[in-house]
């Protein structure tokens, strides 16, 4: 709350606009992980209902994203926010349009739920699961860097997702073998790939959305920037 | 020019930053469009060169994006800009941001266009760069649009993306086919569908330009809803 210099505002209904606001991306965020958990849960149990339920919130997502960005342009327009409040209002539009995705993502993950796999191939669903698992806990983790906008750990899931590209292209070599073994396996794998795929872009997308936070907090665009100088800004002073 | 009401502002200073900032985005948008056009080429003519410049090319799109973004927050910190004016920074920004990830994904395509491939599979790639071409199309026909802000063009950019899906549909089903009848091909096979998934993602993107736009012009947020109703949107009145 200090950090975000809530305080400082000589109009009450600016702080409580920008607060509810934020509170609806925590909201948004919030089902966005509620949607990946399902959807990964959903494979682990070939559990076909929990994949529609799936489907069929997503465009609560879609909604939300619609609403919050409106809202957004609303307090720019109405309240001409300057320096780290225009920051926060950035963060949020940029942050809600890489949640929407995720929760595009967790839609395609869903799907493959509601196929059936053979005994054997049930062992190759267990290595997707375990990515999921991984990027479910990046998404925690950066909802929460978000809502605390804290520059320390927003750095540490940037760095995760160095990882987690890892833990993917051993996945893929897994998954690629095992067509290569059983061509008849291909179309079902090739959906695990697809899965395997839109997990690894959701944590792009968890890293795009720490890069948010440090641009809110520092100030410093730091996309596309080597990781040593993420690290250099993140350790340097706040930006006023 | 006149759709754009640029004659309405009483500073001209900030007639002139709206110009330039709209006249980055367009070269940004030339950057990438020949970023496309050249990864095609590499593909067809097996050439590693050009591929190899696409690759290095990839920095000066990312440094345009974080230019312009910063352009865009300067100007609504320093201009406070509302109604239309507001609408279209907002637009930029999220245009620019598919810009980037379009240029990403022509870097994805170079790389393919990196490796040899055999007579036979000669023919799997003359399918992707069909597809390739149409999205080319797409991109050049909704950078046209957002030039001119006009709302028919980007109307008819939406629509083409159904297109370019069924076309992407089609290959898979192709490359598929191929990887089952020789399961050595897998690994290089695979190259291709990333690619022709890059190809069909960019269409996506293409697609959400177009949405950028209508909302520009109509103050309307098109996205998350249905063909019919976007098409009511643009052949209904303007924004103020």
Request: glycine share 4%; proline share 2%; with cysteine.
């Amino acid at each position: 709350m200090d950090k975000l210099n809530m305080g400082k505002h000589i109009s009450n209904k600016f702080n409580e606009e920008l607060e509810a606001v934020r509170n609806r991306v925590l909201s948004m965020g919030g089902l966005v992980e509620q949607q990946l958990s399902d959807a990964i849960t959903a494979i682990q149990t070939a559990d076909v209902e929990l994949a529609e339920k799936v489907l069929s919130n997503d465009h609560k997502v879609n909604k939300l994203e619609v609403q919050i960005d409106e809202e957004c342009v609303h307090i720019i327009a109405k309240r001409q926010p300057a320096a780290s409040d225009l920051r926060l209002v950035i963060a949020i539009i940029k942050t809600i349009a890489d949640l929407e995705r995720i929760g595009d993502e967790a839609e395609r993950i869903a799907k493959v739920a509601k196929e059936s796999f053979s005994n054997d191939q049930q062992q190759l669903l267990v290595s997707l699961e375990n990515l999921g698992h991984q990027i479910l806990t990046m998404l925690r983790k950066v909802l929460d860097a978000f809502a605390r906008m804290d520059l320390d750990a927003a750095y540490e899931v940037h760095r995760q997702d160095e990882q987690a590209d890892r833990q993917y292209e051993a996945l893929t070599r897994q998954l690629m073998t095992y067509m290569m073994e059983d061509s008849r396996s291909i179309p079902k794998i090739m959906n695990v790939l697809w899965s395997a795929r839109s997990l690894e872009r959701m944590g792009d997308r968890c890293q795009n959305i720490a890069e948010y936070i440090i641009f809110f907090v520092k100030g410093k665009d730091v996309r596309h920037v080597s990781p040593e100088s993420i690290e250099r800004t993140v350790k340097g002073d706040r930006a006023p």
